[in-house]
């Protein structure tokens, strides 16, 4: 099943390997805390904490996100930092505010070539275990058996209002918004899906459920409003997947807009668009 | 008199279905004793129904009745013939009755409007002004409006005032909607505006304050971005100044103030959100502001509010160095922080803002920091990120009566620690 994981309160504890980069990362225990090197503990109000729980959410929503669960973030405990921030959190599945338990995550940002996407790696001691099967498979056969292909707009509106029928859609939207969002992520940005101005169920011959997006992402740090056509497929058994994916430009000619003049955003970001799968 | 129009109206209103076109009511003053008992006969005169309104007591007080236009004739006769004068003080009752009913109506209306503004919506810009005023008319010895100068778009910039008397008494300013699309701050400023007037005088920290310093509260700081948010383009952010050379409109007032002007974290692009302008102070909004609070020169605090990310921060934007007044303000922001989250738990950052948020040169509390006013605090509103500029306006109270909470230990604080 998936789901949605929402971040609520994180408990950073700092354990940093300089030269061996970390092979799986378990929940670290007792043993590992003590071992760690000294680190540069960090403010886990600041902002450095604050971005690579943004990304930790992105990462666990490609992950485990579905139509009926969608993760946010909030709340850094403790945190710590050189290459990599290794964050200790409790996780709760936002749209039915149920708890999750405690995960922890590895977010290594690439500070030599920022055109890499973050790396990230995420365990939760309880499982992503939210049953949402019920729903999925109910909405997934509503649809292959409707009549007319669906679509919605505006979701939310200019006040805040989502029809309850749309809400799916817009979780689904922000599961596949985190796609890109992860693959845009770098420690100058901090990135949430602000808008969906339309959806459009495409058909399609196979199992899957194929959408396409237009979607507005907002980052934090720059204030930019970024769009994003997103092309998307989903099925319980299938999960979310982004297809393809497409920055639409501000204005042709204004492009570089997009950039800003915070430490590390690059001149890359003007050049996405490609069609690679997430 | 308007004593007996006010009963007749009740009456009306309990005896709906009397209506008094053409009635008139006489005043006759009555010259001898002879009047008074012809007259006194005149009341016990019942086919007339006349409704004496003054009783025919002595000949030092006029004598009014309501007569029926149907009997206007018979009685006006009737007192020619026993040459006792008279004259019409009331032409036509009915007239005077709708007239009367038609203004009570309208200050029923105007009383209606401001007390039932709906706190739990977002509202456009002409409702959010005509409110203002119905506020002042509510409030006069507590409220007045201010207009401290146009926008680009020549739409007026008005502040509320919230004052008890004395002159150039110390004061706090408080201003929203800075970013256009961030509604929550505007309708929260218009919660918050509502809440100082009605509980002036009921709280009594609230009223100490007020005794003692004024509160000045602008609720669409940027205006021609407010509407922009209503007619094109929900996202907008900044002003709507032509930027010449430029297809692009607009500069980030948040990043227009003269503290580290063009410096990290503001665009020198006309087409980023978060362009700076071509010189400090070049958005006629951010100007208007800055000479109304240098020529008031008694300003202790200055609040600054915005969405969405939950937090309270003090400065500097524009530089990561501590500010002198570091530790006052970080201990000012975490009790206020205590108490906002008393009410809901919801959860907030403090620090300042280039640590916390983004580092971020020419922002307002900066500026306002740099020139003397240290209590220098801006507030990032609900949510995190999952509605983010679209909260919803259920949301709106919740996040008004939380950061009232804020806003007031912030006030509370300044109040008692005069510099």
């Keep these: 099943a998936h789901t949605v994981l929402y971040i609520t309160g994180l408990q950073f504890v700092l354990k940093l390997t300089p030269h061996t980069p970390a092979a799986s990362p378990s929940v670290p225990g007792q043993e590992d805390i003590q071992a760690a090197m000294p680190v540069e503990e960090l403010d886990p109000s600041h902002y450095p904490a604050t971005r690579a729980a943004k990304v930790a959410e992105h990462f666990i929503n490609t992950r485990y996100g579905s139509p009926f669960a969608w993760f946010g973030s909030s709340g850094v405990k403790k945190a710590g930092l050189e290459v990599r921030a290794k964050l200790h959190f409790t996780l709760k599945e936002m749209t039915r505010n149920q708890d999750m338990g405690l995960c922890s995550a590895e977010v290594l940002f690439h500070r030599a070539d920022e055109r890499k996407p973050p790396q990230v790696q995420c365990t939760c001691s309880g499982a992503f275990q939210v049953n949402t099967s019920a729903e999925e498979e109910d909405l997934y056969q509503r649809l292959r058996n409707a009549t007319s292909l669906l679509s919605g707009s505006d979701i939310p509106n200019s006040v805040g209002h989502i029809d309850p029928e749309m809400a799916p859609f817009w979780h689904l939207g922000g599961v596949a918004s985190s796609f890109i969002m992860l693959r845009e992520s770098n420690e100058s940005t901090l990135l949430n899906m602000a808008h969906i101005d339309n959806f459009t169920q495409m058909e399609t011959k196979d199992a899957q459920l194929m959408f396409q997006y237009d979607i507005l992402l907002h980052d934090m740090v720059s204030q930019e409003i970024l769009k994003w056509k997103l092309l998307l497929s989903w099925s319980p058994d299938g999960g979310v997947k982004v297809l393809e994916a497409e920055w639409d430009p501000k204005c042709r000619s204004c492009e570089r807009a997009h950039l800003t003049v915070t430490t590390g955003i690059a001149a890359e970001q003007e050049m996405k668009g490609d069609n690679n799968n997430v | ?419």
């Design chain 2, 1 to 419: 008199m308007q004593y007996f129009v006010v009963f007749l109206t009740l009456f009306l209103a309990v005896h709906s279905q009397r209506v008094f076109t053409g009635d008139q009511v006489l005043r006759i003053n009555a010259e001898s004793e002879e009047h008074i008992q012809i007259l006194q006969t005149l009341q016990k005169e019942q086919e007339m129904e006349l409704d004496f309104w003054i009783h025919p007591v002595s000949v030092d007080l006029p004598v009014d009745i309501h007569v029926p236009s149907v009997h206007l004739q018979k009685v006006k006769i009737f007192l020619q013939e026993h040459n006792i004068p008279f004259s019409v003080m009331i032409n036509n009752l009915q007239v005077l009755l709708e007239d009367e009913q038609a203004e009570m109506e309208k200050n029923r209306i105007k009383e209606r409007s401001s007390k039932s503004l709906n706190f739990g919506a977002y509202h456009d810009l002409y409702t959010i002004y005509n409110w203002m005023d119905s506020l002042v008319t509510e409030y006069p010895n507590l409220v007045s409006k201010e207009h401290i100068g146009l926008t680009y778009e020549n739409h007026a910039m008005y502040v509320l005032k919230f004052s008890t008397g004395g002159s150039s008494r110390p004061a706090i300013w408080i201003d929203a909607g800075i970013h256009a699309r961030e509604w929550v701050s505007s309708a929260t400023a218009v919660w918050t505006a509502n809440k100082i007037a009605t509980d002036y005088g009921h709280d009594s920290s609230l009223t100490s304050l007020l005794n003692k310093m004024d509160i000045y509260l602008m609720i669409v700081t940027n205006p021609d971005g407010y509407v922009y948010t209503h007619t094109s383009d929900r996202m907008w952010r900044k002003t709507r100044s032509v930027n010449p050379g430029s297809m692009c409109r607009g500069v980030d007032p948040n990043r227009n103030w003269d503290a580290g002007f063009g410096g990290p974290g503001a665009s020198s692009n006309p087409c980023s959100d978060s362009y700076h302008g071509p010189y400090a102070h070049s958005e006629v909004e951010v100007k208007n502001v800055v000479n109304f609070i240098q020529s008031h020169g008694q300003f202790k605090s200055f609040i600054s509010i915005h969405a969405y990310s939950q937090l309270l921060m003090y400065p500097y934007g524009y530089t990561c160095t501590n500010v002198p007044d570091q530790a006052e303000l970080d201990s000012v922001g975490r009790s206020a922080v205590n108490a906002l989250s008393s009410l809901y738990g919801t959860q907030y950052k403090v620090g300042n803002i280039c640590r916390i948020i983004y580092q971020a040169s020419g922002g307002s509390i900066d500026w306002s920091y740099d020139i003397g006013i240290k209590y220098s605090f801006a507030f990032e509103l609900r949510d995190t990120g999952r509605y983010g500029f679209l909260l919803p306006a259920s949301q709106i109270i919740p996040t008004a009566s939380e950061t009232w909470l804020a806003l007031k230990h912030i006030m509370e604080h300044v109040r008692d620690n005069a510099y």
